[in-house]
Nanobody, 116 residues
Framework: QVQLVESGGGLVQAGGSLRLSCVGS????????MGWYHQAPGKQREWVAT???????TYADSVKGRFTISRDSGKNTNYLQMDSLKPEDTGVYYC??????????WGQGTQVSVSS
């Protein structure tokens, strides 16, 4: 079992920045991939970014050049640096982790609100 806890959400003006954190606990040695999804109000959850255990990063087109995902050397914590935030970035951000056996885990989400 893996537990994920996000933090770092909040209210920011357009053009501002936030840094989200996701800390994994439990059987963290089994975590391969970590990343983030975004769920805007009234919309489906959408993928934002992924980082592998080998630090390979991929991003959704909507956040490329603005968001940066990173992972600590212990591999159980990842960060999402969000710059040049836009009102459409508003919503709940969920951390996810995928184990080597391809089991998915989710955090409880953290709210990001960007005012225009």
């Amino acid at each position: 079992q893996v537990q994920l806890v996000e933090s770092g959400g909040g209210l920011v003006q357009a053009g501002g920045s936030l840094r989200l954190s996701c800390v994994g606990s439990g059987n963290i040695g089994n975590i391969d991939v970590m990343g983030w999804y975004h769920q805007a109000p009234g919309k489906q959850r959408e993928w934002v970014a992924t980082i592998t255990r080998g630090n390979s990063r991929t991003y959704a087109d909507s956040v490329k050049g603005r968001f940066t995902i990173s992972r600590d050397s212990g591999k159980n914590t990842n960060y999402l640096q969000m710059d040049s935030l836009k009102p459409e970035d508003t919503g709940v951000y969920y951390c996810f982790a995928v184990t080597f056996s391809r089991v998915n885990y989710w955090g409880q989400g953290t709210q990001v609100s960007v005012s225009s």
